[in-house]
């Protein structure tokens, strides 16, 4: 009969994946593969103040709040982080995100420059960022065009703020140029995948006082009389 005891998960905190770009260079895109694809990762929901884009959805795409909703949540104190961009308000909730973080699951931030860098201040041992920078200001400007409702003007308004957002790219932990969308995954997803086994090591204490008292070292270790 085996001795062995049963495999334990191996307990970790979950990663707050903080990604960014420019508007069209496909953070969105990328957000969505990697919660689909990637088991244990979820999408923190924004709440913002913007029109519903079409096909958007309450609740899955954002928290769509008026002015004054999105206004008592700033005065309850339930936001992570919340900012203004393009004359709208978006902002990220405080409660759900702690609670996944603890059951060890991993949530992706979609959120522009101003709330990476608040979300790093706030909670620098939990976050991993990662700047999406597109190959080119003309295709950043054909995926604007391309977008369901767009129009010049609105165009026009996210390629001025385009160079402000790619000002910003060395404030993160990692940048990758989607001119390719499965590589660019590739690369999002190995970055994950890197960042979990670094937690995972980080956590690791308690099994390894385990394994040094089944072969009798916890003691000897502890007390500097381990002999090789």
């Known amino acids: 009969m085996s001795s062995e005891r049963p495999t334990a998960e191996r307990p970790r905190r979950g990663v707050m994946f903080v990604i960014s770009s420019p508007s069209g260079a496909g953070k969105t895109t990328l957000c969505r593969r990697l919660i689909t694809e990637v088991p244990g990762v979820e999408l923190s929901i924004s709440a913002t103040t913007r029109p519903a884009r079409p ?8 928290q769509f709040r008026s002015q004054e909703q999105f206004q008592d949540m700033i ?39 101003q709330g990476a860098r608040a979300l790093k201040t706030i909670r620098p041992g939990d976050v991993c960022s990662v700047f999406i920078l597109p190959p080119s200001i003309a295709q950043l400007k054909q995926r604007l065009e391309g977008r369901p409702g767009s129009d010049p003007k609105t165009v026009q308004s996210r390629l001025d703020g385009a160079g402000q957002d790619i ?12 001119d390719n969308l499965d590589t660019a995954f590739a690369e999002l997803r190995a970055i994950l995948m890197m960042e979990r086994i670094r937690r995972t090591r980080a956590s690791m204490g308690i099994m390894v ?20």
């Not at 958007?56 to 795409?61: H, L, P, Q």
């Not at 900012?83 to 409660?95: C, E």
């Not at 006082?209 to 072969?215: A, G």
């Open 75 to 113: 005065d309850r104190d339930e936001f992570l982080e919340w900012a203004k961009v393009f004359k709208n308000f978006y902002g990220t909730p405080r409660s759900e995100v702690e609670a996944r973080l603890v059951s060890g699951v991993d949530v992706v931030f979609d959120v522009d420059w």
């Open 167 to 178: 000002l910003r790219w060395g404030e993160y932990d990692f940048a990758i140029i989607n």
């Open 55 to 62: 096909g958007e959805a309450n609740g899955v795409d954002y």
């Open 209 to 228: 006082d385990q394994l040094l008292k089944d072969v009798g070292l916890a003691t000897k270790t502890q007390s500097g009389s381990a002999s090789s």
